[in-house]
């Protein structure tokens, strides 16, 4: 069994910090390629950022800049460090994988900033 286990978010003011954990167990984790998604209120869910098995990166545009995703392999868990943060930061945040040709995701994880 797969599981991802998300911790950290919380409330911040704009301008802000936050960090998002998420500790995988059930996979061989440093093959994998882990993702950070959101969905804001009334929004579809959408894809923040990405980090390949090699250490490459991906990120959306509106988070480019201001969001790092990372990786320690020896603790099998992703990380989303959350830097200037805006009002429009406010989502859901989800960690996810593809694990054998399935989606596998985190439970969610409340992310509030004001203004």
């Known amino acids: 069994q797969v599981y991802l286990v998300q911790s950290g978010g919380g409330q911040a003011q704009a301008g802000g910090s936050l960090r998002l954990s998420c500790a995988t167990s059930?996979?061989?984790?440093?093959?994998?390629?882990m993702n950070w998604h959101r969905q804001a209120p009334a929004k579809q869910r959408e894809l923040v950022a990405s980090?390949?098995?090699?250490?490459?990166?991906n990120y959306t545009d509106g988070v480019a800049g201001r969001f790092t995703i990372s990786r320690d392999n020896r603790l099998s868990t992703v990380y989303l460090h959350m830097n200037s943060l805006k009002p429009e930061d406010t989502a859901v945040y989800y960690c996810?994988?593809?694990?054998?040709?399935?989606?596998?995701w985190g439970r969610g994880t409340q992310v509030t900033v004001f203004s």
């Open positions: 980090i390949n098995s090699g250490g490459a990166t």
């Open positions: 059930g996979i061989n984790f440093r093959i994998y390629t």
């Open positions: 996810h994988t593809r694990y054998k040709g399935s989606d596998v």
